[in-house]
Nanobody, 124 residues
């Protein structure tokens, strides 16, 4: 079956770091672009970052996470990562990963397979 599993969330103090993982099964991620999204309570889901796995190119970073977050992929592990540094309380959210077609980043409507989210909580 085609699945994504997000993991790596947790509780961290402001200024700390976390690395989220998005492990794919049932398909190989090099055929897709993969996006990270987040949703805080009472807020709309927003795109955080997106990568073209085929060539490793970053398609998108949310303005508020630029210079702090880095998206990457490891095809041997069939996994996409989100390295999050200098975390802020406003980064607190459930983080999700999802697939889209090659060059399919930027539009929520283009994402198909979604993983279960992982909770990131950043304390002051």
């Amino acid at each position: 079956e085609v699945q994504l599993q997000a993991s790596g969330g947790g509780l961290v103090q402001a200024g700390g770091s976390l690395r989220l993982s998005c492990a794919a099964s049932g398909f190989t991620i090099d055929d897709y672009d993969i996006g990270w999204f987040r949703q805080a309570p009472g807020k709309e889901r927003e795109g955080v970052s997106c990568i073209s796995v085929r060539d490793g190119s970053t398609r998108y970073y949310l303005d508020s996470v630029k210079a702090r977050f880095t998206i990457s992929s490891d095809n041997a592990k069939n996994t996409v990562y989100l390295q999050m540094n200098s975390l802020k309380p406003e980064d607190t959210a459930v983080y999700y990963c999802a697939t889209t077609h090659s060059n399919g980043c930027y539009y929520l409507r283009d994402f198909g397979v979604w993983g279960q989210g992982t909770q990131v909580t950043v304390s002051s």
